[in-house]
């Protein structure tokens, strides 16, 4: 057939580069607009690709969700089919492929993962911390001191805020800190060279890979199970080098073995790796399986659906054989699909209350299936990588023919293995049951850490506000654990209905909470805004609902905070009806429907501005969209950012991926750094950054934002085993001189 290869052409014009890729308010230019039509009404194309993530005629203007004629996608687009090769790992920006330009998505492997190879680099540091830790009590100073010069020859300290006074040995707690770190640096995952679509890994990045998705889901889950018996005691939390010693080193021998022979993964295997029973194995796969059933209403659909598949095939055996004929391809659910739904079904009594299980139960059973599931799949993840290229190839043909492409989840393979093998199509999940019970949990946990880092760096003081920041793919592949924070952080929980959407809140009382409601602020992100609508409506209920709390044990500092607001509201002119309204305003987005905050341009031309206030003034007016109700959606109103910013003293970005950090992703700079400068402008210091670190799902954690930085500068750009990697050809190894 014939085909036409176009570059696409810039959604915007003028100086500003984010807005010539992303699209602005205004309509495309007409050179935009014309290959669109000529592609559809000149050459007659019967379908369209889009190469690679991402293009801009997503981003083109006009509605974000339920698009007509008069939208530019649409208008662009047409009725031709539309097939878009998308990065596995970009699951929130792929979601507005779909909604926006009607994308068929066809995932493609991020790039490969390997070991960061620094640990030579800081074994001297960690010599000197192991005897530290087995001296005697009073050679402890001595040694400290030993460690603090070395550590601040290597500019350690930097990354962990310590101090740099030379004759003042450094705390225990302050050498376990150094100890983690350097530990981090040694362990990190880094990514090699760009993949190339329909080109295998080398056989030696298919196997670092695998390292990658199997060895810390063994070893964080086999350290689960030894602190359920009591095996494991909080010196391996303290120090990370045990941990390596104990746990990361022998499952790393036991994936080796497995990669070399797969056919070794046996149930045998799983029980004498986890130091269970074959009884205590079938026990965790009932819990899980219970604890995965559908329930309330969908197990009755679910039951009805199976009951009526099994009338229908009795019905067909005695009947015509014209009412017995086959679908047609394309309307087939593939057999795998069916008969996992009908097996759900067909199990389920809906008339039966699900069983209940402990909470002692529930971590015995994930902590076992996760090390069933990862042992059982070395082999399935070994051969994923090496077939993906081809399975994408395949798949986008087969897509051109009209055919099926099945769907997948989103998100890197480290963070998912699911998501192997690629040629999939992506897709988002149900943003009404978020934040979902998992979610959730792992919600209230890191809320608990910001707390508690905080209070360690400010003399047991609590934060007032945190500002979150709310990203899609986040969104889409913890299943709201951010949002989960910032309603646990009000003091209010999620009310599920019977279909297992979150459509209620309630307060958390004051006494069970154990601590003042802390107020938050929230920026979205213009994917998040689209998807996810309804989750900014609940996070404002929650918290008009915490401002209103009454008797509570703790100051409320929910209350305080709006009283705050509807001062500095009031001193800026506003009515006082207005001022009072407009207090508890806390969900802030891009104005006119933007999906950039637009500072990204000034950042990277020094000569726009001369002092930094000017960012944050043009920051605050580009982001001081209101998105907490649909009464005032989209409405800007000036002060009401800078009024909800008072009282800030958290930042916090999520970071699921393990494809980018806080140095080489603009947008992190751009959203989490841009409310660092507007909170210092409205507040005149500088609050604590913290990333949400949920790129590995056994252990999430709050970081704090220099030592993330301090992580990746150590392992990428500073080392050569990664600049290596990367520059592996000529015209790369400039490119990637020039970015370092």
């Known amino acids: 057939g014939n085909i036409v290869l176009m570059p696409q052409n810039a959604a915007g014009s003028g100086d500003n580069s984010f807005q010539v890729v992303h699209g602005t308010n205004a309509a495309p230019p007409h050179t935009y607009i014309a290959s669109y039509l000529w592609m559809q009404h000149g050459f007659k194309a019967d379908a369209l690709i889009h190469f690679g993530t991402h293009g801009s005629l997503e981003f083109t203007p006009k509605k974000q969700v339920a698009l007509c004629s008069n ?37 493609y492997l991020t790039p490969p993962f390997l070991e960061s190879s620094v640990r030579g680099i800081y074994r001297e540091l960690m010599e000197k911390i192991k005897i530290y830790n087995n001296s005697a009590k009073e050679n402890k100073e001595q040694e400290s001191l030993a460690i603090k010069a070395l550590t601040v020859k290597m500019g350690i300290h930097r990354d962990l805020g310590l101090d740099s006074i030379t004759n003042k040995p450094y705390t225990e707690d302050e050498i376990a800190r150094i100890e983690n770190f350097a530990e981090e640096l040694a362990t990190e995952k880094i990514t090699g060279q760009l993949y190339t679509m329909g080109v295998p890994y080398e056989p030696e990045r298919i196997t670092s890979s695998v390292y990658a998705m199997a060895t810390e889901p063994i070893a964080y889950s086999l350290l689960a199970l030894d602190k359920q018996r009591g095996k494991a005691t909080n010196t391996i939390n303290k120090h990370r080098s045990l941990f390596t010693q ?81 679908k047609s391809p394309h309307e087939k659910i593939p057999e795998s699909m069916k008969e996992a739904m009908k097996k759900m079904g067909t199990n389920m009594d809906p008339g039966k209350a699900p069983k209940e299980y402990s909470k002692e139960d529930i971590e015995f059973s994930l902590a076992v299936t996760e090390v069933e599931r990862t042992i059982k799949n070395i082999g399935n993840y070994k051969n994923a990588l090496l077939t993906s290229p081809e399975e994408e190839l395949a798949s986008l043909m087969n897509a051109l023919k009209g055919g099926y492409t099945t769907p997948t989840p989103g998100g890197d393979p480290i963070a998912n293995p699911n998501t192997l093998p690629t040629g999939r199509n992506m897709y988002a999940i149900n943003a009404e049951a978020t934040p979902t019970e998992s979610a959730w949990e792992k919600g209230i946990a890191l809320a608990k850490q910001t707390i508690d880092t905080y209070k360690q760096r400010h003399n047991d003081s609590i934060p007032r506000k945190v500002s979150y920041t709310l990203w899609s793919s986040e969104f889409i592949e913890t299943g709201g654990a951010t949002i989960a924070q910032v309603l646990y952080m009000l003091g209010v929980e999620p009310v599920r209905d019977a279909f297992g959407r979150v459509s209620d809140l309630k307060l958390i009382p004051s006494a069970e909470l154990g601590r003042p409601r802390i107020d938050v602020v929230v920026q979205t992100s213009g994917q998040l805004r689209d998807l996810a609508a309804s989750r900014l409506f609940l996070i404002n209920r929650a918290v008009e609902m915490a401002a209103g709390a009454k008797d509570d044990k703790y100051e409320n500092q929910v209350a305080t905070s709006v009283i705050e607001a509807e001062r500095v509201l009031t001193e800026k002119g506003l009515s006082p009806k207005d001022a009072r309204e407009i207090s508890t305003f806390r969900i802030f987005g891009g104005i006119n429907g933007m999906y950039g905050t637009g500072i990204q341009e000034m950042v990277e031309s020094g000569d726009r501005w001369e002092n930094e206030s000017e960012l944050a003034t043009t920051y605050l007016n580009n982001m001081g969209a209101y998105y907490g109700s649909e009464k005032n959606w989209e409405v800007f109103q000036k002060f009401a950012f800078e009024a909800a910013l008072t009282r800030t003293d958290v930042v916090v970005q999520p970071r699921q991926s393990n494809t980018w950090g806080a140095l080489s992703l603009d947008h992190v700079y751009e959203f989490m750094g841009g409310m660092n400068l507007a909170v210092r402008n409205v507040t005149g210091k500088d609050p604590d950054a913290y990333l949400s670190d949920y790129r590995n799902r056994n252990n999430m954690k709050m970081q704090e934002l220099k030592e993330a930085v301090g992580v990746e500068s150590r392992t990428t750009i500073l080392n050569p085993v990664y600049i290596k990697a990367v520059s592996y050809t000529h015209l790369r190894a400039h490119e990637t001189k020039a970015n370092l």
């Not at 990669?259 to 269970?276: H, K, V, Y």
Request: proline fraction near 6%; hydrophobic fraction near 35%.
């Open 246 to 326: 104990q746990y990361l080193n022998p499952a790393r021998q036991l994936v080796e073995k497995l990669i070399t022979n797969p056919a070794q993964a046996t149930d045998e295997l799983i029980c004498r790796t986890a130091g269970i029973t074959p009884q205590e194995l079938a026990k965790a796969r009932q819990i899980e399986a219970d604890r995965n059933a559908p329930k309330g209403m969908m197990a009755m659909m679910m039951a009805a659906a199976a009951k009526q598949d099994k009338d229908d095939k009795n019905k067909k055996m005695g009947g015509h054989p014209a009412q017995q004929s086959e």
């Open 71 to 107: 939208d530019w996608p649409d208008r662009l687009v047409g009725a031709v089919p539309h097939f878009y090769l998308y990065s596995i790992g970009n699951v929130g920006e792929g979601m507005m492929a779909k909604r926006r330009s009607y994308a068929t998505l066809q995932s």
